[in-house]
């Protein structure tokens, strides 16, 4: 477990930006020291604004997109075809813009997909595909991710995990199907925290004064079935990339001076 470490830019456009700029770098450095990378992304406004800086950036040219495996850590259990899914939204800022390689893609599957509407088994079989993606040197059922991004809802929920649901308990498997969630769609597909805790380092992406409450309770050593957020962190780094208005109610001690 890492302590969280936080940095804390003006607003949410420099803060995508800065962000960009770090994964660019982070994926970078991962394949050069490993040979290849993989990332787990996120959904929502933050996590895209973040890939919709990294198109932008003419940086993003100094990674080969080939050799990196890209996984999600939620998904909305909605059609293939449905735009709200985290894949689409993905896909849109940024994944149809760069030279993939398609095996090394691993979206979660689609309320029509190959399991058709049973989602507990739509997540098993990410389950699986994780499993099969891991090395020895991994330790687990999952691989140790370089970058697991997560953004932050104003409910404190992490991936599809939200406060006092059953998936925020689950401590044995890695993946699993969501029903009944707060925010539509009430069925989804998410990474548990034991998954997201095998990552080397797990950034929490939070804008806007919509999160400020849910940041400060994360950071106030609040319990994770409450505050799922609370219990992400990885191996190496545990990273909170705010605004200043996300980061409204935190301890002005808390963290070194804003960017200007
Ligand atoms: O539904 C979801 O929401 C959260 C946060 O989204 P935001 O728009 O409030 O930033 C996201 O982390 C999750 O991946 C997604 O499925």
Request: glycine residues 8%.
């Amino acid at each position: 477990m890492s302590a969280p470490q936080i940095v804390v830019h003006r607003d949410k456009e420099l803060m995508a930006g800065a962000a960009a700029a770090r994964l660019i770098t982070k994926i970078v450095d991962a394949q050069s020291a490993r040979g290849s990378a993989s990332v787990v992304l996120t959904g929502g406004r933050n996590g895209n604004g973040l890939l919709a800086a990294l198109a932008g950036s003419p940086a993003r040219d100094a990674v080969d997109w080939s050799r990196i495996d890209l996984w999600w850590g939620d998904e909305r259990f909605l059609p293939a075809n449905d735009p709200e899914r985290n894949e689409a939204q993905a896909r849109q800022a940024l994944l149809d813009a760069l030279p993939l390689d398609p095996a090394r893609v691993h979206p979660m599957a689609a309320s029509d997909g190959p399991h058709g509407a049973d989602v507990d088994d739509a997540a098993a079989a990410y389950a699986a595909e994780l499993d099969r993606a891991t090395t020895p040197e991994d330790h687990g059922p999952v691989p140790a991710f370089d970058v697991l991004m997560l953004g932050v809802g104003p409910d404190t929920h992490v991936a599809s995990l939200f406060p006092e649901l059953s998936a925020v308990r689950e401590t044995e498997r890695t993946v699993v199907g969501v029903h009944g969630a707060p925010k539509p769609p009430p069925t989804r597909i998410s990474l548990t925290l034991p998954a997201i805790r095998a990552a080397r380092e797990v950034w929490l992406l939070a804008a806007g004064e919509d999160k400020a409450r849910a940041v400060a309770l994360a950071l106030s050593g609040a319990g994770e079935i409450q505050v799922p957020a609370a219990g992400a962190y990885g191996t190496r780094r545990t990273l909170w990339l705010l605004d200043r208005a996300a980061a409204a109610g935190l301890p002005r001690e808390m963290y070194p001076p804003a960017s200007p």
